[in-house]
Antibody, heavy 121, light 110 residues
Framework: EVQLVESGGGLVQPGGSLRLSCAAS????????MNWVRQAPGKGLEWVSY????????YYADSVKGRFTISRDNAKNSLYLQMNSLRAEDTAVYYC??????????????WGQGTMVTVSS | SSELTQDPAVSVALGQTVRITCQGD??????ASWYQQKPGQAPVLVIY???NRPSGIPDRFSGSSSGNTASLTITGAQAEDEADYYC?????????????FGGGTKLTVL
């Protein structure tokens, strides 16, 4: 079964740091581009970051650029998101999502169950 | 960056057909993908590309596009289709990858 399982969420104070992990199984992780997508409570979806299959190409949403770092370990079938300088507006469920790419098009075909990050004092 | 606009809420009678729309400049260059999200659950991809359904998605779900508008059509809506629906596409502005989502449409099946 193709599966993504996130972990690492929790309560953190403003200005603090947190590292999210996503464990992949059921597919050849090293062959796929991966992403983080978040959803604030009661709000819509927001793309956060993308990493290519090899890890050589990385993109971020403007809202997190300079504060968040995406990485992956293909030997461990794992995706990570290091979040620094956290703000209240970063409070959200963070989803790990596999990218489906074809002829320049982009979709997210597999999603994890999400991990909640709460930034509050 | 570009934005995608969706109607906040749509309703449909059980068994009838409903169309959910998504508008944005990026849709002139890229197809929209559509996601279904039920309360407390992760989103599920239901349509991608011109009109492709992932394995396991019922054929009552279909997609179409014209100009800057993409549509998700549910033909013969079922009670289990009640959910939030989000569109997304690549952003056609800028030189780097940016991915945008619509604000979501809450579908109520009456």
């Amino acid at each position: 079964e193709v599966q993504l399982v996130e972990s690492g969420g929790g309560l953190v104070q403003p200005g603090g740091s947190l590292r999210l992990s996503c464990a992949a199984s059921g597919f050849t992780f090293s062959s796929y581009e991966m992403n983080w997508v978040r959803q604030a409570p009661g709000k819509g979806l927001e793309w956060v970051s993308y990493i290519s299959s090899s890890g050589s190409t990385i993109y971020y949403a403007d809202s997190v650029k300079g504060r968040f770092t995406i990485s992956r370990d293909n030997a461990k079938n794992s995706l990570y998101l290091q979040m620094n300088s956290l703000r209240a507006e970063d409070t959200a469920v963070y989803y790990c999502a596999r990218a489906l790419l074809w002829f320049g098009e982009f979709a997210f075909d597999i999603w994890g169950q999400g991990t909640m990050v709460t930034v509050s004092s | 960056s570009s934005e995608l606009t969706q109607d906040p809420a749509v309703s449909v009678a059980l068994g009838q057909t409903v169309r959910i729309t998504c508008q944005g400049d990026s849709l002139r260059s890229y197809y929209a993908s559509w996601y279904q999200q039920k309360p407390g659950q992760a989103p599920v991809l239901v349509i991608y590309g011109k009109n492709n359904r992932p394995s396991g998605i019922p054929d009552r779900f279909s997609g179409s596009s014209s100009g800057n508008t993409a549509s998700l059509t549910i033909t013969g809506a079922q009670a289990e289709d009640e959910a939030d629906y989000y569109c997304n596409s690549r952003d056609s502005s800028g030189n780097h990858l940016n991915v945008v989502f619509g604000g979501g449409t809450k579908l109520t099946v009456l």
